[in-house]
């Protein structure tokens, strides 16, 4: 995640007169993943997440995730709410099923899978 997002989303709070503990406890939201996501140890949290986030704050989306929640087709969704599932092992079945679909010089755009044992 941007740290300009992450920054805005810290003005709104001293705005609002919250911290995370509140954050979390007003959107539902672990503390955990509130602290992973503001010390950016998350990089690329969840839109639902997000969303969950900027209600709260009563923010308008950020244009980088309104790109991002438009970007998802209903099918691709549902792929990636099925691959969350999945354990380690499956998770890499899927990848590497990927991986030898995919035309080589389209491979290359796709450093995690590349990175697949077969």
Do not use: C, G, W
């Not at 805005?8 to 509140?22: F, P």
């Not at 949290?45 to 438009?70: C, G, H, M, W, Y």
């Amino acid at each position: 995640m941007d740290k300009k997002n992450i920054d805005i989303y810290k003005e709104k709070m001293k705005e609002l007169k919250i911290n995370q503990i509140d954050l979390s406890n007003l959107s539902n939201i672990p503390l955990n993943t509130i602290r992973n996501i503001f010390s950016q140890r998350t990089k690329n949290p969840r839109t639902d997440t997000i969303q969950a986030i900027e209600k709260t704050l009563k923010i308008k989306e950020i244009n980088s995730f309104k790109i991002v929640q438009n970007y998802y087709t209903p099918e691709e969704e549902e792929i990636i709410k099925a691959y969350r599932h999945l354990n380690e092992r499956d998770k890499n079945m899927i990848l590497t099923l990927i991986k030898t679909a995919l035309p080589k010089e389209e491979l290359q755009n796709y450093n995690y899978i590349t990175n697949i044992k077969e």
